[in-house]
C-alpha cells in the first residue's frame, strides 16, 4: 500500500504535469472509483496538495478532486506523443488504458491522466473544500511538519496502554505512516514495536516521530518505494526498499550492531526488528 512518502512523490508529479491544465473530458470505466455531484469538464488544476494520503487537486472554481490510491490506485500522466504508441522508455506501466484503468481525464494540453487500480478500493471524488476538511480532520499531524511533536505528543499519550506501533498505525495519532516506514522509524530510534506506549518517555517518542520524518524524507528523495504496484506519476518505480534498513531485512545483519534482523508480527502486522538494538521495556 502507497504510504505518505509514495503519496507526496505522485504529488510532486501531478503538480509538474497537470497544474495549470483544464480538463476536457472524463471517461469513468469504473463507476465505484468516481464520485461526483458535478461535472468536473472544465475545471482547471490549480494546486496539488496532500493531507495524510490523501491528494487533493484543488480545482479553479473552489471545489477539489480528492484522491485515495488505496492498495493498489496508481495516477500516472501521459503525454501525446505516449499513447497509442510506445511508452516512456523508464516507465513500468504499459499501454494506457490497460485492465486495471478505471477512469481517464483528458487535460487541455493533450495529456492525458489515468487513474488504474487492479483491486478498485481507490476512489477519486469531486468535493467542496468543507468536505476536504471534514475527510481530514481527524488526522493527525503530518510527521514531517516543524511543529509536529506537540501535538503528536498529546495524541499518543492518550494511547498509553496501545503498543507503539499500532499508535503509530493509526492515522487519528500521526498522519501517513504505514507498515514500512513505522519499522524503519522504531530501529531508528532503538524502540521495541511491542514497547506501550506508557512505558516510554517523551524523549523515545520524539525520537520515534524524528525518525519517521527523516524516513520519509529520504524516501521521498528516493522517489518512494519499490514496493509492488506503486508508481510515481510518470509510472517508475522508487528505490527506497534498496536503502531500508530493517524492512524486509530479515535473516540480514542489523547495520548498527551486527544482530541478525527477525520478522515477528506486532499489532497484526509483519514487524521487522533488531533483536538487540530494539529492547522491549519493563512494565
Ligand atoms: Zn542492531
Not at 15 to 24: E, F, I, N, P
Not at 120 to 146: A, Y
Not at 247 to 260: I, K, M, S, Y
Request: charge should be neutral.
Amino acid at each position: 500500500m502507497p504510504e505518505l512518502p509514495e503519496v507526496e512523490t505522485v504529488r510532486r508529479g501531478l503538480q509538474q504535469l497537470a497544474v495549470g491544465r483544464t480538463v476536457l473530458g472524463v471517461d469513468v470505466l469504473n463507476e465505484g472509483s468516481f464520485q461526483t455531484e458535478s461535472a468536473l469538464d472544465g475545471a482547471r488544476f490549480v494546486a496539488a496538495r496532500r493531507r495524510a494520503k490523501m491528494l487533493l487537486l484543488d480545482l479553479d472554481d473552489g471545489r477539489c478532486l480528492a484522491v485515495h490510491l488505496k492498495m493498489t490506485g496508481q495516477l500516472v500522466v501521459r503525454g501525446a506523443d505516449d499513447w497509442g504508441g510506445g511508452h516512456p522508455s523508464d516507465s513500468l506501466i504499459g499501454e494506457l488504458p490497460d485492465r486495471s484503468t478505471r477512469v481517464v481525464l483528458d487535460l487541455d494540453d493533450g495529456t492525458r491522466l489515468f487513474f488504474n487500480d487492479q483491486r478498485k478500493f481507490g476512489w477519486m471524488r469531486v468535493v467542496t473544500q468543507e468536505t476536504v476538511d471534514e475527510m481530514t480532520g481527524g488526522l493527525g499531524p503530518e510527521p514531517m511538519d516543524d511543529d509536529a511533536w506537540p501535538r503528536f505528543r498529546e495524541l499518543v499519550r492518550r494511547h498509553d496502554r496501545t503498543v507503539v506501533k499500532a499508535a503509530l498505525l493509526d492515522q487519528g495519532v500521526v498522519a501517513g505512516i504505514g507498515n514500512i516506514y513505522a519499522d524503519e522509524a522504531l530501529w531508528g530510534a532503538r524502540v521495541h514495536p511491542a514497547a506501550r506506549v506508557g512505558a516510554l518517555s517523551d524523549k523515545a517518542l520524539r525520537r520515534v516521530l524524528e525518525e519517521a520524518a527523516e524516513v520519509m524524507t529520504t524516501s521521498i528523495d528516493l522517489g518512494g518505494s519499490t514496493d509492488r504496484n506503486y508508481v510515481d506519476a510518470e509510472g517508475r518505480r522508487g528505490a527506497y526498499l534498496d536503502f531500508a534498513r530493517v524492512f524486509r531485512r530479515e535473516g540480514q545483519p542489523c547495520q548498527r550492531c551486527g544482530a541478525t534482523i527477525v520478522k515477528t508480527r506486532v499489532a497484526g502486522r509483519g514487524t521487522h526488528i533488531c533483536p538487540k538494538c530494539q529492547r522491549l521495556p519493563r512494565g
